[in-house]
């Protein structure tokens, strides 16, 4: 009997040694690729942002499941530790039209901040009508990272038109929208009031761009946007600037034009600042506008030295989120 027992430690130990080499190994992200959560379902979380909260990563998109209700709009959370295996949260809005804007009512490209000060998670969203004259954002609160939000309410951010939105938290901890404003041809950024409910302008950067996002590197900020061809992807290109107030470089193309940001939109910029280096991430969307719900991520990390970004094409790839380092697999 004891002898069984002991044949059985054995066995356990065995199994957990030959098992932790491959905890240790990375795992891949392969951009354009089905990208699987915990319950193997692809992940719902279009037009995505990524919070880190308290050791985690929580990336909040657009869930876009065939099983929806059609009359809801759907944002999906989502966690991980190394940004690569992806813990389905929970459907954290499943929200019925707030304010009667009709059928095909949109909410798109949700962002979520913490506020350090009310111990609140905000909810930022593109909130417009099927006809995409609207061009508000929506708001919604939560006490929890995982939800549920409430809808609060919705408005024209600085009194301007926006539509697309991304999200940027300074490395001082300072929170900003970026939005697309057509009238006047260009992205706003708006730093969050103290309680993270309105905005106040910080800058206008004239370029009529949209898929805005925003990233710090360096000593330099470096702001991304796509072109306005709707579904269609198209050259993403970059500009940098000393401060967020400007002055504002030209704009350049991220990769050869050609090759339409290799069929993806941007929408956010993520630095992993480690250990040994710092690595700042493209999260685009390669949409697919007849299914949406199949729609692909490419996320890639980008090269970028001397006031210049560059995205490589796309290969499967490595990141250790502890030392910020990140290899392209051959
Ligand atoms: C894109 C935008 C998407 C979605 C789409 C609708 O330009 O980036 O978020 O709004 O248009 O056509």
Not at 21 to 27: C, F, L, R
Not at 34 to 56: M, S, V, Y
Not at 79 to 91: E, I, N, P, T, Y
Not at 161 to 179: C, K, M, N, P, T
Request: glycine share 8%.
């Amino acid at each position: 009997m004891r002898k069984a027992v002991f044949q059985l430690a054995g066995l356990f130990l065995f199994t957990l040694m030959a098992a932790i080499p491959s905890i240790a190994v990375p795992g891949t992200i392969k951009p354009g690729e089905p990208w699987l959560d915990d319950r193997g379902q692809q992940i719902q979380a279009h037009g995505g942002g990524i919070t880190f909260w308290k050791g985690a990563y929580y990336w909040f998109g657009e869930d876009r499941s065939q099983t929806n209700d059609p009359d809801k709009r759907y944002v999906a959370c989502f966690s991980s530790r190394d940004l690569v295996h992806w813990k389905f949260r929970r459907q954290v809005i499943a929200l019925s039209d707030p304010e009667h804007l009709g059928p095909r009512w949109v909410l798109e490209r949700p962002k979520v901040f913490v506020n350090s000060r009310t111990h609140k998670f905000v909810l930022y969203a593109h909130f417009d009508d099927a006809r995409y004259k609207l061009a508000r954002v929506m708001i919604a609160v939560s006490d929890r990272i995982d939800g549920d939000y409430h809808y609060v309410k919705s408005f024209r951010p600085l009194d301007q038109e926006s539509r697309d939105i991304g999200q940027f938290v300074d490395d001082d901890g300072s929170a900003y929208l970026i939005f697309e404003s057509r009238p006047t041809k260009g992205f706003f950024i708006a730093k969050l009031t103290d309680d993270y409910m309105g905005v106040e302008k910080t800058a206008f950067i004239q370029a009529p761009l949209e898929g805005g996002a925003i990233v710090r590197y360096g000593n330099l900020y470096y702001v991304i946007g796509s072109h306005m061809t709707g579904w269609r992807p198209n050259p993403d290109v970059f500009a940098t600037a000393p401060s967020l107030a400007g002055p504002w470089t030209e704009f350049k193309d991220i990769a050869p034009p050609e090759a339409n940001t290799y069929n993806a939109q941007s929408t956010m910029l993520l630095k992993i600042a480690g250990s040994k280096k710092s690595t700042v991430i493209f999260m685009g969307d390669i949409w697919k506008p007849k299914e949406l719900w199949d729609s692909r991520y490419l996320w890639m990390p980008l090269d970028m030295q001397n006031g210049s970004m560059h995205l490589p094409p796309p290969q499967s790839w490595q990141l250790n989120v502890k030392t910020g380092e990140a290899t392209i697999l051959k």
